[in-house]
């Protein structure tokens, strides 16, 4: 039988000025721009929905402030998993009309600011998977990638009815 000994070395954080640090920072803090001139458009159809830019916005652009501090596996993580998420409710917003915008009667248009703050959020992601220390990195790639298809098979299904 073999015994383990002594401490496991700390994941060294990557420094503030690694490009892929300030690339996560910048495209966050772009995204949650976009985000807060959004809702200042939705103003005139919703408060409810300008509230909701106005606050993903601020988050965003705190958090890119957040990164360039180099710390934290679990915030970036849940940032990653929140990027993703606005990304997913983008798509769907234009893909079928929301529940919840009842002046509507079908999916949104396209737009170059929801096209360009997409962007800035799958570049976020991306960079901060990058930033992920390797072990929540392929827990959290699974995890997204059981969640893709489970929403696939989903769809597939609800397609078929």
Known sequence: MVHLTGTVPAIPARPRSAPVVVVASVTAIAAGAGHLAAGGQHLRESVGFASFFFAVGLLQIA????????RGAVPNAGALLGMVG??????????????LRPFTDGPEALDPLGLLVVGCELAAAVALAVILPGPVRRRL????????????????????A
């Open 63 to 70: 958090f890119g402030a957040h990164v360039l501090r180099g």
């Open 86 to 99: 606005l990304v997913l409710l983008y798509v769907y917003s234009r893909a079928v009309a929301v529940p």
């Open 141 to 160: 790639a699974k995890g997204l990638l059981v969640a893709g298809g489970t929403l696939w098979l989903l769809w597939f299904f609800v397609a078929l």
